[in-house]
């Protein structure tokens, strides 16, 4: 491990993708260094799951047990028509029923918090910065900061995001790996349950569709509408972006006016589109991308986290399996990970086209039709 010891890298981003690749190079003997855009590591959105193969990855981890500690589980999910009545229904699990321990949901803050305390004594945070160059020499990679400074490292990993600024600096801009799903979805969690706890609602007409989730004396209302166009908007303006909702949703039955008026008065509102990542390659030179940078599948996978974590450790472990050497490496992170993300990408497709937003009434009264009890 002496190589290993020497080695600096640089994870841009300090979300899941970003903390869980920090935990693992450090582990490995790097002396990491974290840069986040925010002042702080990013807490808010929606909740995560972390299913099978992640579990034992955090297991590994050794933060299984705490994670478990705050998971959340939902008990039913109701389909409702214009009127409120209850259509069909899912009941997942009942009152008192013990919950597998190959599935994880969690509020993504408890998330955060957690692998943060194991590793903030170890890693070095830069806030309020970011990536602004790379240069690559013969023995390192020079990298310049929004602050003006300029530092050298073995190594850089990006993990920051959809909009990765490491992937538009090093590999070209977002429209030559983005691929649209033709639809849009917004989030807003509203400190308050607007249903019974626990449980889930949606109502549907066709190629719109609004999903309450309440938990822990919140819910999110979820928006989602198909747009077989791309809607050009500014990802930074919220304002712009709430509008489309407004104006989207406007008019519709069952309770659409009262959950708009909580879009309207929320703080903490996100839009976005359903949209994947696709690379032939996540890794160049002395670069590498982690998670949503590399390979976002959407939230319609509901596996973004499992897909950071996850690559997370399937890149720690071929850098310790080749002893540093980035090359070997980097060929087999790709080889190793490409399989399950092409799997999860193909599902969140599928749902995203198919099962969550349905096209007609018809598609709408067959899923409306299910009771189904597991
Ligand atoms: C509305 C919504 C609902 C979701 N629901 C689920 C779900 O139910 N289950 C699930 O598993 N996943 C879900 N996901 C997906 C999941 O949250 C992401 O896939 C996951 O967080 C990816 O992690 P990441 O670290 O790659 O990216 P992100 O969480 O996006 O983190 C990127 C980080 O990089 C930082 N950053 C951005 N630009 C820069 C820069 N220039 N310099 C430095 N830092 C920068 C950001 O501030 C952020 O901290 C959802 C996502 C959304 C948006």
């Not at 010891?5 to 994870?11: D, G, P, Q, R």
């Not at 400074?149 to 990765?164: A, K, P, Q, T, Y």
């Not at 807003?188 to 989730?213: E, R, S």
């Amino acid at each position: 491990m002496e190589s290993v010891n020497k080695k600096n890298v640089l994870i841009s981003g300090a979300s899941i993708a970003g903390l869980s690749t920090a935990y693992w190079l450090n582990r490995s003997g790097y002396n990491v260094t974290v840069v986040e855009l925010a002042k702080e590591p990013r807490t808010a959105g929606a909740a995560v799951d972390l299913r099978g193969m992640t579990v034992d990855i955090v297991k590994r981890m050794g933060i299984y047990e705490r994670l478990k500690a705050h998971r959340l589980h939902v008990e039913k999910i109701e389909f409702k028509n214009a009127d409120d009545v209850t259509e069909g229904s899912i009941l997942l699990t009942s009152e008192g029923e013990e919950l597998p321990d190959d599935y994880i949901e969690i509020e993504r803050d408890k998330f955060i918090g957690i692998i943060v305390d194991d590793l903030k004594d170890d890693v070095d945070f830069m806030f309020n910065n970011s990536i602004t160059a790379l240069t690559e020499t013969n023995d390192a990679i020079q990298v310049t900061f929004k602050n003006g400074l300029e530092r050298l490292f073995d190594l850089v990993v990006g993990c920051d995001g959809i909009h990765s600024v490491v992937r538009r600096i090093w590999f070209g801009p977002e429209t030559e790996y983005a691929h649209f799903l033709d639809a849009y979805f917004s989030i807003t969690i509203v400190n308050k349950l607007l249903i019974k706890q626990k449980t889930m609602q949606m109502y549907n007409v066709p190629g719109k569709a609004i999903t309450l989730n309440a938990y822990n004396n919140k819910t999110d209302v979820i928006f989602c509408f198909v747009s077989e166009k791309e809607i050009p908007y500014d990802y930074r303006n919220v304002e712009q972006q709430r509008k489309i909702i407004l104006e989207k949703f406007a008019g519709q039955n069952w309770r659409t006016q009262e959950l708009l008026d909580e879009v309207l008065q929320s703080t903490n509102f996100y839009f976005d589109e359903f949209c994947q990542i696709k690379m032939p390659s996540w890794t160049k030179g002395r670069v590498a991308l982690v998670g949503d940078a590399g390979y976002c599948a959407s939230p319609a996978a509901g596996m973004g986290a499992s897909l950071s974590i996850n690559g997370a450790a399937a890149l720690a472990d071929a850098l310790e399996k080749y002893n540093g050497d980035t090359d070997l490496a980097f060929e087999e992170y790709n080889k190793n990970l490409r399989p399950f993300i092409d799997d999860v990408q193909a599902t969140a497709e599928l749902n995203v086209r198919q099962n969550f937003i349905p096209r007609t009434e018809d598609a709408i009264r067959q899923r409306n039709a299910q009771t189904v009890a597991f």
